[in-house]
DNA sequence: AGCATTCATGAATACGTATTCAAGGCTATT
DNA sequence: AATAGCCTTGAATACGTATTCATGAATGCT
């Protein structure tokens, strides 16, 4: 309960020398003899000081803080990219602050508006997205936004996420390439990007091949939605021999219910392939055949891009785009011959 | 890219009055003329005014934010946590600093420093542990600091758990009650008191009725240790009627080996009893009994009592425990007569 | 040796706000 | 009507640091 602030002031007192010395002691970058540092650095010791980064920030104008919005994490995707942003912009000297938003746009703006007021240095945005006059205040503040697996119309936002209309298109010629005949789509939220992208590779790749899907229905990203549609697809008349659903998280509940419900050989009956290729997806309850959302590359792109924009050296934004494998498991007939 | 910072200097010379005018308009609880105010408001609005924070933590002390150290989110408790934490230190004003951070007690530290340099309010581990010498100064610097989810021995600081050994007496007499012989545990982590806390309650209940468990390893906490452990289990010539498992996302694991590898039928052959009560434990796919940790009354406590002592209500550390019942399902024998 | 340069240091200032203090205007009380 | 008292406002200052500028010492050069 003491609460003893020590300044760099105290320091400069202990070490007989002026403030602005123990400033730059303690500035990388900034030249100083050996004599001065070696006496700032004892009494630094001595006294416990360190420097106050409130104060720092204020002068310089860089907070080296980054702020997070995301919406849930149900989804584990979004567990994972975290975890890999965390450390990663960790490496760079930034420090995240984060906030769960929901999802519509006026609690996203009022978020952003949050973390603008602490002097953020660039913002991440997972998942949510925001409205078109609030980035117009960020350009005008300077503070860049990048999009975290969502895309925009507005091409003067950055935005990094995976090929997912070609990922869509793997998934259909996969299916194809197995022999499958009756396709139906659970998709991802069509609200999203990533949900209508996803959805409009997969059909257009089999309206190429002069195919439709048997059914195509808006999943939301939700488990409970997800269920309900692969009960509403086995009541019908024609049945699907395959599923392809819009993310990992959602397709472990349609797996449950062919399984669980519906007593369906997963794999034989019917096909069910996810997208993400999430932790668990390997898991040998699920053993599901997915797209993999490469998160490490990902994240890789966004901190890169991000620190590009605050630092000026890229002034454009730029829409990014990773290609990600199909990853063959278990959940899907495979075609005939296939190798490893 | 203007970057247009504008100032209550700014504000204040439009709205012709002084600059702690503006201050005192924003300032909640301070006094103000409604003339004065709405003349305030008026130029703020128009010039895009928002309090800087970073100056305003720099003078009152205050920063409104809390650091929050996590080392892992493998397991989806924790996930759970974060985001409760999240939600419930927004409502009281708070914003959240995070920080991943492996889990040896340097790593810690270095942390915990960093959010130290950032004028945090305070400062909550989850699932970490940090040295006594670190609590020290954080005392002496009067920044509070909580465990969530874990025990420390040095009762000098507060702590929020689950009450970890009366879990683990439930799980022994729940398996008792159902007639089980033979029951082994694949505890949490013997290096976390959550661990050795559940391991104690259980064993203890056990010999409490002249019991002796079939076999003691330590899962710590990982997927893989307690699939091993599981396998070693049945390649014994004495195999367990029951498991009980330091916690759920390792349970899983444990039901995917048995199922899976053994061909047994889990709450049939076997029972497994895990911990935590995560959201899948309820998923068909592990439908798992296991012990809930209620994490909304364990966020909630862990807000008052950080809250508490940040605003010095509450000088003395406390070490709060939170019980949680047995939530039945599918993955054990119930009892002879049980009634949900 | 004398002068021009570089270099390290300290004094002063700035960052953007909250707070103390003094002064002034106003109401209320007698 | 005169004074005591409160309430509102502005001037000055503080928070803890980084940075500009001036100064003097030290070095390098011919």
Same sequence: chains 1, 2.
Avoid at 46 to 57: F, H, I, K, M, V
Avoid at 266 to 278: A, F, K, L, N
Wanted: charged letters at 20%.
């Amino acid at each position: 309960m003491a609460s003893v602030k020590v300044t760099s002031q105290d320091v400069a007192r202990r070490a007989g020398v002026s403030q602005p010395t123990v400033s730059r002691v303690f500035t990388p970058g900034v030249k100083v003899s050996s004599a001065m540092e070696a006496k700032v650095r004892r009494a630094a010791e001595e006294l416990g000081y360190r420097p106050n980064t409130l104060a720092r920030s204020l002068i310089t104008g860089q907070s080296m803080t980054i702020g997070l919005i995301v919406a849930y994490f149900d989804n584990p995707f979004y567990v994972e990219a975290l975890e890999k942003l965390s450390r990663a912009l960790k490496d760079k000297g930034y420090n995240i602050m984060i906030f769960m938003a929901a999802n519509h746009a006026g609690d996203v703006d009022q978020v952003v508006q949050d973390l603008l007021d602490h002097q953020v240095d660039g913002i991440i945005l997972a998942s949510v997205s925001t409205s078109s006059d609030l980035t117009a205040r960020l350009n005008e503040e300077g503070v860049p936004l990048i999009l975290f697996n969502r895309g925009h119309s507005d091409k003067s936002l950055s935005a990094v996420t995976s090929a997912n209309r070609a990922g869509g298109a793997k998934v259909a010629e996969f299916l194809l390439a197995g022999g499958h005949e009756r396709m139906a789509h659970i998709s991802g939220w069509q609200g999203a990007s990533t949900g209508r992208d996803r959805c409009d590779g997969f059909v257009s790749a089999l309206q190429a091949k002069g195919k439709e899907p048997l059914a195509v229905v808006d999943g939301l990203f939700s488990r409970e939605a997800a269920a309900a549609a692969t009960r509403s697809f086995f009541s019908a008349a024609e049945t699907p021999d395959a599923i392809f659903v819009g993310n990992d998280h959602t397709a472990f509940a349609v797996l449950e219910v062919l399984r669980g419900e519906l007593g369906l050989d997963v794999g034989q009956d019917v096909s069910v392939i996810g997208y993400d290729d999430v932790a668990m997806s390997a898991w040998p309850s699920f053993d599901l055949t997915t797209v993999r959302q490469p998160a490490n590359r990902m994240v890789d792109a966004v901190v890169a891009q991000l620190i590009a924009q605050i630092e000026g050296r890229a002034t454009e934004p730029r829409q990014i785009e990773i290609d990600g494998p199909l990853i063959v498991r278990g959940s899907a007939r495979k075609p005939e011959g296939w190798v490893e």
